[in-house]
């Protein structure tokens, strides 16, 4: 289902990143139920909040082009059963992280947006730790599918408190000043893409300074036509 206008949804993402602004900064203990409870929802939520705008068209190129700078810890070998056979993580093991990761190797890697928003709403671990100078708190999360895949490297992604709630504020605050369609004729798809800025539009050939004059969409079947 496509949301009809963004700026509600937006607003929600705004008030989930007050939440968990006043949960990094609070005096309640981290892992009570009720900040346990408040923390999954402003997380989950906004998480799914993002994605619903990602697949509605309604986020800017710039705001679909954010990558989130966190730390990786490999997947180290299951624990064995008495009959061998290796034991496979489930929702009780959100906590586990040291039966499956190496967590004393934090590598420092990248995921964009939309993987991140993936790694939330599909995680199978989900815990949060003080991080190394006790000055924020960070989130460790992993979904079944990136455990699943053969790659020890694809791990245990820990990204920091703080940076979830910028990436939140910036969805919050994401406008489009200039929106583009065309049809692809060779795949029949009506294309969309947005803008906050008109010269990113320009620097990627998609667009003039001049409203009345569109310009060739670059190497696309189809006139970018903007709004």
Same mark, same amino acid.
């Given at each position: 289902m496509p949301i009809f206008e963004s700026w509600p949804w937006k607003a929600k993402i705004?008030?989930?990143a007050?939440?968990?602004e006043r949960l990094r900064s609070g005096t309640e203990e981290y892992d009570d139920d009720q900040w346990w409870a408040d923390f999954e929802e402003a997380v989950m939520a906004g998480a799914f909040a993002i994605r619903k705008l990602f697949?509605?068209?309604?986020?800017?190129?710039?705001?679909?082009?954010?990558?989130?700078?966190? &730390?990786?810890?490999? +997947?180290?070998?299951?624990?064995?059963?008495?009959?061998?056979?290796?034991l496979? @993580?489930?929702?009780? %093991?959100?906590? &586990?992280?040291? /039966?499956?990761?190496?967590? *004393?190797?934090?590598?420092?890697? +990248?995921?964009? #947006?939309q993987y991140f928003l993936n790694q939330v709403m599909h995680s199978i671990f989900f815990e949060v730790e003080p991080d190394e100078d006790g %000055? %924020? =708190?960070?989130l460790a999360l992993c979904s079944d599918h990136r455990f699943q895949k053969r790659e020890e490297q694809l791990g245990l992604?820990?990204? @920091? =408190?703080? /940076?979830?709630?910028?990436?939140?504020r910036e969805i919050a605050d994401d406008d489009i000043e200039l929106g583009m369609w065309h049809l692809n004729h060779e795949t029949g798809v009506r294309e969309q893409i947005g803008f /906050? %800025? /008109? &010269?990113?539009?320009?620097? #990627?050939?998609? *667009?003039?300074?001049?409203?009345?004059? !569109?310009? !060739?969409?670059?190497? +696309?079947?189809g006139v970018w036509v903007g709004q």
């Open positions: 705004a008030k989930y007050d939440s968990l697949e509605s068209k309604k986020l800017s190129y710039e705001a679909q082009a954010i990558t989130i700078d966190c &730390k990786n810890s490999p +997947k180290i070998p299951a624990p064995l059963l008495e009959n061998g056979v290796s496979k @993580p489930s929702f009780m %093991d959100r906590d &586990k992280l040291d /039966r499956y990761f190496d967590v *004393a190797v934090q590598a420092q890697t +990248k995921v964009d #947006l %000055d %924020d =708190l960070v992604l820990w990204i @920091p =408190l703080t /940076r979830i709630i910028a990436v939140f /906050r %800025d /008109r &010269k990113t539009a320009v620097d #990627l050939g998609l *667009a003039s300074y001049s409203k009345d004059m !569109p310009v !060739p969409g670059s190497g +696309k079947i």
